[in-house]
């Protein structure tokens, strides 16, 4: 800023920016590690409880399945489409494991393996998906927002709910999620910004897999990291292995913690890959070369853990079993239930919309049940 001095003003005088212009946080501390946290295969793996990496290896199992299934339900017919979390699972278990009954979990689309995890019924999961039903469940038995389709737009509602929770003096926390391709998107921006303002007790976690559909994630951001755009809210960043299953659990359980002690919001970035297409209706080789999806088959998220599991004698072939035949059970109860045709009322479109209906949709509801009645009608008088 060039200074010019006044007439007759002091040859010292020099204005100084007014008080708002002052950084109101050290960014420093806000700043993330310049590599990602990781635990399996590191000194740290030692002292992490056996118990935990035991059930995280489980519900991995579990989940790997689900997407298995789950992909081969929509080459049936069974499902419309299906966004597969194969390569992404710690990421979704760690994000179901850390909450507490009473909080609050908002997934995007592609995360109903953590909606499954946090107890949700999995064919009320894919309910959405198979295009029988507006959410597919109640938000409210388990805490879990519906599935998320449009980009990002959960988030403000995560905050939105977090900062209500923290008014009302509810001990609350909300954990967000989102994919890379998610942070280009005006509501994640407002969302950071009104979470770090209200110092909102929400983590979010951005499920960093390379791609937004096709574009990688250098035609989106050339930011160091996803995780160093929080500095520019006011709120900590933090980076993590998404395939270590452990570090995500850390990183994530210490940003809810955080949250819940009134210490606000916290930006997590897993570094994760989607191994397989961006969904069913994707072809993925258009974009991406088979020998870059190797190299990341070789940092699955599962043969991470068996290796630490193994090493530490924690697993053995019987654990292994157990842990497949559970999944195989849940994989056989899903293809069963979902291969049995569902009875729809058409009527249900106009139903939980809105808390009162709008003139409009009343109009709608009131021609389509005098068509389902005119058909009916002609259907009776044929027989």
């Not at 002052?22 to 030692?46: I, K, S």
Request: net charge negative.
């Amino acid at each position: 800023m060039t200074v010019q001095e006044l007439p007759g003003a002091a040859a010292d005088y020099r204005p100084t920016p007014p008080p708002a212009w002052q950084p109101r946080t050290d960014p420093a501390p806000l700043l993330p590690d310049p590599e990602p946290l990781r635990v399996l295969g590191t000194d740290a793996a030692a002292s992490a409880d056996s118990g935990l990496l035991l059930r995280l290896y489980a519900q991995l199992v579990r989940g790997r399945r689900y997407n298995t299934q789950a992909t081969a339900l929509t080459k049936q017919g069974r499902l419309a489409v299906y966004p597969s979390s194969t390569g992404q699972e710690a990421c979704e278990i760690a994000a179901a494991m850390v909450l507490e009954e009473h909080d609050w979990l908002f997934p995007s689309y592609r995360d109903t393996l953590a909606a499954v995890a946090r107890g949700l019924d999995p064919v009320e999961a894919l309910t959405l998906l198979r295009g029988d039903w507006h959410t597919g469940y109640d938000p409210r038995e388990h805490r879990i927002a519906p599935l998320c389709t449009p980009l990002a737009t959960q988030l403000p509602h995560a905050v939105g709910l977090a900062h209500a929770a923290r008014l009302r003096g509810d001990d609350v926390v909300a954990l967000a999620m989102v994919g890379d391709g998610g942070t280009s998107e005006g509501d994640f921006h407002e969302a950071l910004n009104f979470a770090a303002v209200w110092q909102a007790p929400v983590v979010f976690l951005v499920q960093n897999n390379g791609f937004a559909i096709s574009v990688p994630l250098a035609k989106q951001t050339a930011a160091p990291s996803l995780a160093h755009k929080a500095v520019g809210y006011g709120m900590p960043g933090r980076l993590v292995d998404g395939n270590d299953a452990a570090a995500v659990h850390q990183v994530l359980g210490e940003a809810v913690e955080r949250a819940r002690r009134g210490g606000g919001p916290t930006l997590v970035e897993a570094v994760t890959y989607r191994v397989d297409a961006h969904t069913n209706a994707d072809d993925a080789t258009r974009y991406r070369g088979e020998q870059e999806v190797e190299v990341w088959r070789a940092h699955d998220p599962i043969m991470l853990l068996e290796r630490e599991l193994t090493a530490r004698g924690l697993l053995d072939e019987e654990s292994r079993r157990t842990a497949t035949e559970e999944a195989e059970a849940m994989a056989a109860d899903l293809r069963e239930r979902m291969n049995a045709d569902p009875v729809l009322d058409p009527m249900d479109l106009f139903a939980h919309v809105y808390t009162e209906q709008t003139g409009q949709l009343r109009e709608q509801a009131a021609q389509l049940r005098a068509e389902l009645d005119a058909a009916a009608e002609a259907e009776g008088e044929a027989r």
